[in-house]
């Protein structure tokens, strides 16, 4: 679990600029009131809870047996209303209420062939002569993306130790790359996958296309589920434009940072659970934090948490794949001061 994690730990508690982190029900109901999810708890309408800390309200709005997944909306909180499409293994992250309707044997018989089928791993292991090629094509793409910032002034009077402070970016950087990206026809890609990685990066596969791709350039190997979507890796989001996309940002976030004369961002994870603590799995997509508050919020935990640890670390910015600085979407309704980083299989923590 981390900031931006499968059981969306989130604490509402105060930082040190008496700005609330997360909203909370200071009275949600006791656990003893509900029961864990299983597959027959999918049912159409049926309200449940996330097992996170603040225990965010739901409700199954869909269920799909072909694709093995089913849909949630969120009830309460900074993202009420975002729909996410969960694989059906993610209902064990839900419980519903005692005496919740449970599907027919039909559509429960449906469900255990669907999940059975979805639950198959996938791993790309890292070739290094394509990792080289890459990085020689990121390299290219930070000498043009130095050029496009250096034509904009503005850019060298970010304060970015306010932008820390505040856990908000800086408008004037986002619209310097939204109009990169858009020069290059990856600004709707773009804006896709930052929405999805806010509210959930495991709704839906946008981000696992993303993940395969960057073992396929070489970057991080991919050690997930196999897509539930065959049309994953094709249009509109094709292979080759996520390639595309990888490249392009990884440039001028390079460019970026080199301007600011840093080669390295200190940043920050927390985790909670209601169980002993079980060492963080490698990802893809790491995400971080760069403000202590919000990782101590995480850490705080809620009513139910029995382990706790906190991390931090000086990380490379050829790893920060995305963040909060730039990204308009991270600063909208979480403000998490977050860095989302090229997975390092050697690095436990980060």
Known sequence: MSIRSDSRCRAGLRDNCTMTVYESDPDQADDSAFTPGTLEHLVEGSPGRLLDARRTPVRIVGVGPRHGSFELEIEAFEDRGARWELSLEEVERL???????????????????????????????????????????????????????????????????????????DRRISRLLERHLGDRGLAGLDRELARSFVSNPNSGELVKGHAIVLAELGLCPYRGRIPRDPELLRAPWSRELRGRHVICRLGFLGALWQVWGTDTVTLYRASAADAPLSPPRAGSLVSATFSAAVAQAHYEGGPSTVAAAMWRQRVPVGRVFMSFLETAAMNEQFLEAEAVLIGDPGNGAF
């Open 95 to 169: 419980q519903f209420p005692q005496g919740a309707p449970t599907a027919s044997a039909r559509l429960l018989d449906e469900l255990r062939t669907a999940n059975a089928r979805f639950v198959q791993e996938l791993l790309i292991e890292v070739d290094p002569s394509t990792r080289q090629t890459t990085l020689g094509e990121i390299a290219r793409e930070r000498e043009q993306a130095a050029a496009a910032i250096d034509r904009d002034p503005t850019v060298h009077d970010v304060d970015l130790q306010r932008c820390v402070d505040e856990r908000r970016g």
